[in-house]
């Protein structure tokens, strides 16, 4: 194992050998992978890069310097927190430990949100985005429709701020607004679009949750109470006065919770009508829709 004090200079080959038996030995499955990241990250250079220059060698300062973000990753905390960046659809957003980490499956309602703007002929849609943490969703959305105006809302002033950011960065702020609220509050007007990556975690579940994420991530991102249904029964109700004429409702779900939802829908059949499932790459139910009749 890399050595907590390093008693000579090592080689990028050599460093990335001993930090991935490092990290096996902790039990991270992604050892080699964030080794690789994290000493990109630390030398400020892409993984090709630290591929190209492999005999590059590594002085004992710098060496003493890269073990306290490996000591930080054998704690359970998540590389992204480590790096403060996450990769998300066309983006490297900015994250840390006041919004939840960007999962590649989200990517899943941005296609799907995309689809039923172009399906339906939307022109200059209005789009809402609940709970959007990092503004991963409301970005991508703002970004790959480009006539779009979109509002995004967080209870949390903490992730708020740190979305306002990834707008600045990414030229969007004119295009996006933030609101702080939970759920509806503060937010006027009707939507053609409301997208929503909710907290679905239930309280069994959360308390099953790898260290990593319950350890690290923000609570408020992903606890729903007692069932994990709570979130959703409030904002399939409320969305439907919210939408217009033939406006889409589209939800991230968790993998086992898709008949309850699909039923949470159903019990407003009156008001959503065309609702469906659409599964993630890896087969599992990942997003519901429903369009207001």
């Known amino acids: 194992m890399l050595p907590e004090k390093p008693s000579k ?27 690789e990241v994290l000493l990109s990250f630390f030398l400020n250079c892409d993984r090709t890069q630290l591929f190209k220059n492999y005999e590059e060698q590594m002085t004992r300062d710098q060496l003493g310097a890269f073990d306290k973000l490996i000591v930080r990753r054998l704690s359970f905390e998540p590389v992204a927190y480590i790096t403060g960046r996450k990769e998300f659809w066309s983006f490297t957003l900015e994250v840390n430990r006041d919004v939840l980490i960007p999962r590649p499956d989200t990517e899943i309602i941005v296609e799907e949100a995309i689809g039923v703007c172009r399906s339906a002929g939307c022109s200059r849609p ?42 600045r960065t990414f030229g969007l702020e004119d295009r996006v ?90 019990v407003h059949n009156d008001s959503y009508r065309d609702i469906a499932v659409r599964a993630d790459y890896a087969g599992l139910p990942r997003v519901i829709r429903g369009r207001r009749e």
């Open 126 to 167: 209005q789009i809402l985005d609940i709970g959007t943490g990092s503004g991963a969703i409301a970005l991508a959305l703002a970004r790959e429709i480009p006539d779009a105006r979109v509002t995004a809302t967080d209870v949390s002033a903490a992730a708020l701020e740190v979305a306002k950011s990834n707008a």
């Open 177 to 266: 607004s933030f609101i702080l609220g939970d759920l509806f509050e503060n937010v006027s007007g009707t939507f053609d679009l409301i997208t929503s990556n909710p907290p679905y975690i239930g309280a069994a579940e959360y308390d099953t949750l790898a260290s990593g994420v319950k350890d690290f991530e923000p609570r408020l991102a992903l606890w729903a109470g007692e069932t994990g249904l709570e979130f959703y029964e409030k904002l399939i109700y409320q969305a439907h006065g919210r939408l217009r004429e033939k406006g889409w409702l589209l939800l991230e779900i968790g993998a086992k919770q898709h008949e309850m939802i699909h039923s949470l829908m159903m």
């Open 9 to 35: 200079n090592m080689t990028i080959r050599e460093i990335i050998r001993r930090t991935t038996q490092r990290l096996e030995a902790a039990g991270i499955d992604s050892a080699r992978l964030d080794a």
